[in-house]
């Protein structure tokens, strides 16, 4: 999918069926429309009244777009409101359905000293107008203070609201120490969405905790932008309602009408006599108790919180979107919450390959989706800072490789812009660059791009990968308990994320509400859907890795460990504590009776984990000998297994760089007697693996991978794929390059002369030999034509080259960016060959003789063009497309001036690597 970005109403409905055509015609499958318009700075060229989201200008450009995209096979998404958080012009901050916020003032009263007068107003002002909730006193306990918070004695707190006259108060503090007047105040926090003004009224972000919020969204939907036609065309959509990252922004502590109502009841315990410790000011806290007292508060109000947010929120839009014939598609992060439970609530949770630190914030969300049966995991891709134009398709592929592993099965670039807009600049309109007046963020994807003529390449290839990792359904080794359920933080599990991924464990994240899903039961020793093996549990990461669980998680565990599921402890948990206010006694007492299950261990240690684990007969579905920087995902069809494998970073920036791998995988398999299939992602094609070893429990194989490139491996019948094979013997060892099956028969494969040994599955031992083979063939002398893509009619160069070098360094193409095409010959005495292409940037493609080629693995541009070469003179020509950034530097130099030149085009080394194949059984032997 790609994130289609409209400058609000500013569209015309022929363009807009124009681009569904563009996008369907590029292979993808459907499109999410935002209004978003952070690159227009002189907001005065916007008519927000005429063409604002949620006009007549708007709906019918909506319709236009579900119209086109039914017509063509395309989903398309509807985002929640205009840019984000949701927002509505129908209210202001005062109004019911407004984000509130809980502002505070505050006076210092010296022992014995009668402090008279206005009750404290909020020390940050506001727009909006506040409503006083409350007055307390505390004495100051300078022991509890922090360097930024003041510490008080919580059996000091009092109330004084009754106090309160006409916004007037008397009060005397008593006699001994310090005390401080604290006056609670609630009010609108006045947010608007992101780079507005996109209506006229400008909206205002709602209250995300209440009813009242959330309603206010659905009935402005009912009312005014459902129209007959956009509500028949919707259910046709096959689409999803969309909300964005969850940025509330205040300046004090965020709030909901009746928090302290819910609280009570949801906690057990009055909220006011810690709303002290609770209060925030410019997002940071103010007060402070004895520690332990102080975090246990916070964490029952943001569970608090949390539950409101869920509850009011998501399950109250997802049930509606649900009426509408939509699913609900959402971010459900950016708030101190648990986003794993809200991604069980969602039919569709989303992450970010920007803000996503590393694949456990992936994994998160992996554990909401699976637990409650959903099937897709999406994510933003590709938003880099600073990238616009110059972003690469191998970037974004190296990026997105290890996010699928981690669980990710749907990918929304980032983006596609409507053509144009008031004001915008060649190459059209972008909806985040320029970026405060300079390059910004990547990418406006599109016909604009001279890449986009490779795009259905790259479209088929997320295509099938997509596929894969739908089939069946997820199998992962290990559940680890998150206590609290927080993503978009890049904080992983102990042991598991630093030693455990880089051995072949596989893990996602679980939190307690979903272990009340009617789902989370234990069968044959396993976790539900995912079929955990083990349950691994240490301290709480996000409150001082406390040990801590509610009493009814610790009874789930229980139940689970008396189920046969093995169960993994770290840490201190004889002396565990429950998360918030209250007593722990109840949850030792079942934590002991927990320690006392033949299956559960606890240890002490980070290093002891595998131990445990072993004593308990848990091993992963993947194994190798030494740690490597492989990722892993598994899925099971009925009796066939689907495994990617991707040599991938756990983060966008985690260091060091990934190095190729090259080494022997063991991989579990549901069938006894299932053979090994290798799947090609770029060209579709599904081949027999010829060399691995058969083990008790799985398959061992050689993956060989260079960086961010993933390989698809399916276990399964015989037959599977097509093929006719049968189950001839195959090899588990050989001393030539390759081995391959061709009509039942295997070959061996050699780039060099040699006599090459070939162990085979009935024990026998093949000796081939393989005569000379030509020499390597450096191809250095090309002839070369570009298309220069640059405002107005692309100039074309028609160059010589005796050298490869990147276009900067070609006088000529110095500040070129566009489509280029590499033509040289090369004369063969009768060898099947390999094409190396070395360095190339950004997307190619290649054609033999005039025929194309198979798409090009754009992270190891290598290909076989042993079936299209002939004896004598062949042709070559390399077709090379690369962004807009050379080209942008010198043509918009104000913006994109600081830009540094790009290494674009067939650098190389390139060559033509012959080599020769010899049979090595006989069809069926």
Known sequence: MVRWWWPDGHVDPAEIRREVDQLAAAGFGGAEIAAVHHSIRDKSVLDPAGHGWGTPAWNAGVEAALDQAARRGLSIDLTIGPSWPAALPTINPDNPAAAKELAHGSATVTPGATFSGPVPPPAISSA????????????????????????????????????????????????????????????????????GPHTAPEAYVVD?????????????????????????????????????????????????????????????????????????????????????????????????????????????????????????????????????????????????????????????????????GHALLSSEAGAYQGGAYTTTWKKLLTT??????????????????????????????????????????????????????????????????????????????????????????GIGASWFTAS????????????????????????DGRLAGPAYKALFVEGD??????????????????????????????????????????????????????????????????????TALAALGVRPDVRYATASTLLTMRRVDGDVDYYYLCNGRHGENVKPPVAPI??????????????????????????????????????????????????????????????????????????????RFADGALLIRATGAGTYTTALSDGRTVTTAIDSVPAPVPLSSWRLRVEDRRPGTPVTHDLRLDRLAPWPDIPELADVSGVG??????????????????????????????????PVDQLHPVLDLGPHLRRGTNTIEVEVATPLGNRLRVADPAVYGGLTRQPYGLVGPVRLVPYKEKRVTRPGL
């Open 500 to 523: 455990g991924v880089p051995t072949g464990w596989t893990h996602q994240f679980v939190s307690g509400p979903l272990l009340d899903l009617p789902s989370a039961t234990v069968a």
């Open 821 to 854: 095409t590499y033509t040289t010959t090369v004369h063969l005495t009768g060898s099947g060959a390999y094409l190396e292409l070395g360095e190339v940037t950004d997307t190619c493609r290649v054609r033999v003789n005039g025929r194309d080629l198979d």
């Open 541 to 610: 990461r996000f409150y001082s890795s406390e040990c801590t669980m509610t009493v009814a998680v610790a009874e789930r565990l229980l139940s689970y460990a008396r189920a046969g599921l093995p169960i993994v402890l770290l840490g201190a948990w004889r002396t565990a504590s429950v998360p918030g206010v209250g007593e722990s006694d109840r949850l030792r007492a079942i934590v002991a009776d927990l320690l006392a299950e033949p299956t559960v261990r606890m240890v002490a240690a980070q290093a002891d984990v595998p």
């Open 662 to 739: 090259d080494h022997e995988v063991t991989l579990a398999r549901t069938s006894g007697d299932g053979v090994p299939y290798l799947l090609d992602p770029w060209t579709g094609r599904a081949e027999r693996i010829a060399v691995y070893t058969e083990e008790s429990d799985g398959i061992r194989l050689r993956v060989a991978l260079r960086p961010g490139q993933a390989r698809i491996v399916a276990i399964g019948r015989p037959g599977l794929f097509g093929d006719r094979t049968g189950r001839p013997p195959h090899a588990t060892a050989t001393s030539a390059d390759l081995v």
């Open 128 to 195: 909006s107008t506040p409503t006083l909730l409350l007055v307390q006193a505390a004495r100051i306990e300078p022991a509890h203070s922090t360097g930024d918070e003041t510490g008080l004695d919580p059996a000091s707190v009092r109330d004084l609201t009754s106090l309160v006259t006409g916004g007037t108060i008397t009060w005397t503090a008593p006699a001994s120490g310090e005390w401080v007047l604290i006056a609670y105040w609630e009010r609108g926090s006045g947010q608007r969405p992101e780079s």
């Open 400 to 489: 997105m490789g290890g996010a699928y592993a981690a669980g990710l099965n749907q990918t929304v670039l980032h983006g596609f812009s409507y053509a144009t807009a008031p004001g915008a600049a060649w190459p059209g309109f972008a909806a985040f660059t320029p970026y405060n007046g300079t390059a910004g963020y990547s990418e406006s994807w599109g016909p604009r791009q001279p890449t986009w003529d490779h795009i259905t390449d790259i479209s088929g290839y997320f295509a099938r990968i997509h596929a894969v990792v739908r089939q069946g359904r997820p199998r992962v080794d290990v559940a680890v308990l998150r206590q609290t359920g927080y993503t978009k933080t």
């Open 208 to 372: 995300h905790f209440s009813r009242a919020g959330t309603q206010a969204v659905i009935d402005y939907w009912e009312s005014g932008l459902l129209t007959p036609a956009v509500r028949k065309l919707l259910r046709r959509s096959g689409g999803a309602l969309f909300e964005d990252s969850i940025e509330i922004e205040t300046d004090a502590l965020q709030w909901t009408p009746g928090m302290v109502e819910e609280f009570g009841r949801r906690r057990g315990y009055d909220l006011a006599p810690f709303l002290p410790v609770i209060l925030l000011s410019e997002e940071d806290p103010v007060f402070t108790y004895e520690a332990v007292l102080t975090r246990h508060a916070r964490k029952d109000y943001w569970d608090t919180v949390s539950e409101l947010f869920n509850e009011h929120h998501f399950t109250t839009l997802r049930d509606w979107a649900h009426s509408l014939g939509l699913r609900l598609r959402a971010q459900p992060y950016g708030l101190q919450t648990d986003a794993i439970a809200a991604a069980a609530i969602l039919d569709v949770p989303e992450g970010e390959s920007l803000g996503f630190k590393n694949l456990d914030d992936y994994r998160c969300l992996a554990g909401g989706r699976d637990l409650a």
